[in-house]
């Protein structure tokens, strides 16, 4: 180590004064460290580059060997530094890249430190996002629009009362990926690229995503998820969750991230098939593809130069969201696409729904092992394959009431009482 004529005060000889040294460093850079995540003015520090280089430029003057075990020592002392508790989570205001725009219209040019900022001037006099509109026209039915309006503006407040995830399916090459491309441009770090399979199977994946606006599943899988416990935690969080970080004790963190999916097909479970999964999905179908449509290659830069007016679009759609307490716009269509979702990864739905086997009416009455045997049959003779019985039971409890289905232990069979369901009857002797 050297030294210069005018020593730093956190320099005495050969030795440094971390704390003297973080003390002068965070005066520079003013920062806190909330479950050692560093958060300045701009929100979350997503990559620690430029504090290691803030360090490095301090030290390199008077340290010849050892640096970077220096820097790795001082940025575990600057953590301590900053330490500070949970930044308060406000649903009234939206950080912008200028100051704090607050729900109620008024602006401050002032900076606080916050979870999360926009990298997106506020401009009240911003253009009206003319390529944005013309886009989206060819992507998606009118209803669809205003859903994917409430969407973008429910992802720039960390909230999750709305309950809901979206996903955009379509055949492929119809440019739905540039929805992502823009909501990147908008939410800037506060927007991760992933998997929401992996989100579900990877212990480590959900700590990634704390203090995270929205998370984007760019080619969503098309196997069916193993578990679906995490996602629809993730969807409906409102308490802080149990986080784990590789090599770190686990904590409790507080998650608002958003889940948004492109892809062929829907989000499927092996195993979940239960309303309360498909209910937290919003599922928009794209428009096809013309077979004439000469794609732009410069369309990406194109939508996101009108930013600062899609912001104003997007705070339309949070206005009418919260006018309507967190309840989306949704289309006659997207209705329809939820119900096909479960119908296709439920087949006891298809069962009820199907035609020879079975009938309704009030005053008949099944035995529950009558009613699988007969769904048994149909799964036979349609090529599905039969749940378990125990599944078949606990799937038939779920969807009872949607049927006017009444559970009871009174049914006559062999001479015995026995479980069943009144209000539906075998068509089959």
Not at 63 to 83: E, F, M, N, P, Q
Not at 203 to 219: C, K, Q, S, T, W
Not at 347 to 369: H, M, P, R, T
Request: glycine share 6%; net charge negative.
């Amino acid at each position: 180590m050297t030294t210069s004529s005018e020593s730093p005060a956190w320099l005495d000889g050969d030795k440094i004064d971390e704390v003297l040294f973080c003390e002068e460093l965070r005066r520079e850079h003013p920062m806190l460290c909330i479950h050692e995540v560093f958060f300045t003015v701009d929100g979350k520090v997503t990559d620690e580059g430029w504090i290691k280089n803030a360090i490095f430029e301090k030290l390199k003057p008077y340290v010849r060997r050892g640096l970077s075990r220096k820097i790795i020592s001082l940025l575990d002392t600057l953590r301590a530094c900053c330490y500070s508790s949970p930044l308060p989570i406000y649903h009234d205001r939206i950080h912008v890249a200028n100051g704090t725009l607050f729900l109620d219209g008024r602006f401050e040019a002032s900076k606080d430190f916050c979870l999360n900022r926009l990298p997106v001037r506020y401009d009240p006099e911003a253009a009206f996002p003319k390529k944005w509109l013309a886009f989206l026209n060819d992507l998606l039915i009118p209803e669809d629009i205003l859903t994917l309006q409430e969407f973008m503006g429910y992802c720039l407040i960390p909230s999750t009362k709305a309950q809901k995830m979206l996903m955009l399916v379509g055949k492929g090459g119809e440019g739905k990926s540039r929805v992502g491309i823009v909501l990147s441009a908008l939410l800037g770090t506060n927007m991760y690229n992933g998997s929401i399979a992996k989100v579900e199977t990877s212990p480590f994946a959900r700590a990634d995503l704390e203090y995270g606006l929205l998370l984007v599943d760019d080619d969503m899988k098309m196997e069916a998820l193993p578990q679906t416990n995490i996602i629809k935690s993730l969807v409906t969080a409102e308490m802080p969750m149990d986080l784990e970080k590789k090599g770190k004790q686990s904590y409790q963190g507080t998650m608002y991230v958003r889940l948004l999916g492109f892809g062929n097909g829907t989000l499927k479970s092996l195993y979940d098939r239960s309303v309360g999964f498909f209910r937290r999905q919003i599922i928009l179908t794209v428009k096809d593809r013309p077979k004439d449509r000469v794609d732009d290659p410069f369309l990406s830069e194109k939508l996101c130069g009108e930013i600062e007016g899609i912001l104003l679009w997007a705070l339309e759609g949070l206005h009418r969201l919260q006018a309507n307490d967190y309840k989306f716009t949704i289309s006659a269509r997207s209705r329809e696409n939820m119900q096909e979702s479960m119908t296709e990864s439920n087949n006891v739905i298809e069962f009820l729904k199907s035609e020879g086997y079975i009938g309704f009416k009030a005053d008949l009455d099944i035995s529950s092992q009558r009613l699988y045997e007969l769904y048994v049959l149909w799964c036979e003779e349609n090529a599905e394959k039969p749940l378990t019985t125990r599944s078949f039971c606990l799937q038939m409890a779920a969807l009872a009431a949607e049927y006017n289905l009444e559970p009871t232990n009174k049914v006559h069979a062999h001479g015995r009482q026995v479980r069943g369901y009144v209000g539906i009857y075998s068509l089959l002797p």
